[in-house]
Nanobody, 120 residues
Framework: QVQLVESGGGLVHPGGSLRLSCAAS?????IGWFRQAPGEGDPIACI???????WYGYLVKGRFTVSRDTAKNTVYLQMNNLEPEDTARYYC?????????????????WGQGTQVTVSS
């Protein structure tokens, strides 16, 4: 089973930026990014490592960008113009399908997550 390790979280002021990384132990077809604030969990973005297709949830579209480095089996989530509402624990997951219309998943495999806190 592919192991995922997220990194890059931290504390940032509103309007600031962070870049999260998701390093996989082997090649995966696609990586999805999810975030979980207390009481809720949302898929927010994904990328297909097969053809580069990306998808973004409406809450992050235009502010977040997902990219990949297939040589390193690593996917990145660049987060700009962060808002306090973006505060959550961010997870990447594999065993998902990424299309231009969204993420499909049934039994994803998760990393351990990385905390993002946006506060003044």
């Amino acid at each position: 089973q592919v192991q995922l390790v997220e990194s890059g979280g931290g504390l940032v002021h509103p309007g600031g930026s962070l870049r999260l990384s998701c390093a996989a132990s082997a090649f995966t077809d696609a990586i999805g990014w999810f975030r979980q604030a207390p009481g809720e969990g949302d898929p927010i973005a994904c990328i297909s490592n097969l053809d580069g297709t990306t998808w973004y949830g409406y809450l992050v579209k235009g502010r977040f960008t997902v990219s990949r480095d297939t040589a390193k089996n690593t996917v990145y989530l660049q987060m700009n113009n962060l808002e306090p509402e973006d505060t959550a624990r961010y997870y990447c997951a594999t065993n998902i399908y990424c299309s231009g219309n969204g993420i499909l998943y049934e039994h994803p495999s998760w990393g351990q997550g990385t905390q993002v806190t946006v506060s003044s």
